[in-house]
């Protein structure tokens, strides 16, 4: 049997194959999106307090969190437990990472 597609002629077969790679398409592209999201979900944020807001370098690692909320009630325990809520300050970075070049902990984003 003959198919008239967009002035063209198809067989049965014809039409089948391309039904199957266009399934084998969909299948591949869901198998990547759901990668991606799963990724996007793997998010660490790490604590770091400024006893002293003025002097930035002067910085203390705090801990390794799952949320940014977490992140944020533990950086405000640790001020208060330092008793230097006047002149402290604090961030919480995003899926910080050492690098070797910079000798320094570089974060994805850093929030207050």
């Known amino acids: ?3 008239l597609t967009s002035g ?3 067989s049965k077969k014809q039409k089948e194959r391309v039904m199957l790679k ?4 969909i299948i591949f592209l869901s198998i990547l999106l759901i990668g991606c999201q799963s990724k996007q979900k793997d998010e660490k944020w790490t604590s770091w307090i400024y006893p002293d807001k003025l002097q930035t370098k002067r ?3 705090n801990g390794i969190y ?5 992140c ?3 950086s405000i325990e640790k001020i208060k ?3 230097v809520e006047k002149y402290a300050d604090f961030k919480c970075g995003l899926n910080c990472t050492f690098n070797e070049n910079l000798k320094t902990e570089v974060c994805q ?3 207050r």
């Open 1 to 3: 049997m003959l198919y």
């Open 8 to 10: 063209i002629i198809k």
């Open 22 to 25: 266009n399934i084998i398409l």
């Open 59 to 61: 910085v203390i690692k």
């Open 66 to 70: 799952n949320s940014l909320k977490e």
């Open 72 to 74: 944020k009630s533990a």
């Open 81 to 83: 437990k330092l008793d």
């Open 109 to 111: 984003k850093m929030i």
